[in-house]
Structures are given as C-alpha cells and as structure tokens.
C-alpha cells in the first residue's frame, strides 16, 4: 500500500489563529510542537511519535460522541493524570468515566477544545 500515515488534519475555524493557539498551549499539538525527542520544530508541522491510528466510521446514530458534530479527535497521551491536572488547572472541563477504561485498551478522557469540538484523550496501556 502506497499510504503511510495521516498526513495531517484540516478543519473549519472561526478564529483559526486563536483556536492553533489553545491546541499548542493545552495540548502540545500544532504547528511548530515536537512530540519526539530530539527532533526539530518548524513552522508548518507538529512532530510527532509514530504509533497506532485508529480510523474508524461510526453508525450515523451513534452516541459515541455528540451528534451535531461529524467526527472527535482522539490524541494519543502519556501521563493522562498529569494532563487532566494541567488542563483542570486551565478550567478546561475533563470528563472521565470508570467504564471507559479498560487494562487491554488503555485510559480515556473527554474534552471540547473552544468551538466545541470533542477530543478524546487516550493512554495505552503499560506495556
């Protein structure tokens, strides 16, 4: 197969400056992060740590996520604990339930960046 990988992700914004600016400040996602170590940052790309990737179309119906939007965005995460303090601490709301994890899938959380799109937050489990 000739496709590698997502090669990025494009979305609507009604402020496309501010919006960059709270996935780089929260999340370390955009342009000009560096997930890997020692690799360097440019402007237009975020580095990030090979991994799995899931892509996966839901049921029209599903409740996975909300159903005025088309799609969540899941974020691979080490220290989850870590980040949900961190972004508690932003006053950004976290949601997590017991159920969503499991020790073969990982650990999960939710969060809605600005223009309330859904993020969910996931750590893999230990090897």
């Not at 929260?26 to 740590?49: F, I, K, N, R």
């Not at 991994?51 to 409740?63: C, E, S």
């Not at 650990?107 to 600005?114: E, G, K, L």
Request: proline share 9%; net charge negative; glycine share 12%.
């Amino acid at each position: 197969m000739p496709v590698l990988g997502i090669g990025g992700l494009f979305l609507r914004s009604t402020d496309p400056d501010a919006l960059s600016a709270w996935y780089r400040d929260h999340l370390g996602v955009g342009a000009g992060c560096v997930s890997v170590e020692g690799a360097t940052p440019d402007p237009w790309s975020w580095q990030a740590q090979g991994g799995p990737v899931i892509f996966a179309p839901f049921a029209a119906d599903t409740d996975y996520f909300p159903a005025d939007r088309q799609f969540m965005l899941n974020l691979r995460v080490t220290d989850l604990d870590g980040l949900i303090a961190s972004l508690t601490g932003a006053g950004i709301d976290v949601l997590t339930k017991p159920e969503w994890d499991d020790p073969t899938t990982g650990r999960f959380a939710r969060i809605h960046d600005p223009e309330g799109r859904p993020i969910e937050l996931w750590e893999a489990p230990a090897d």
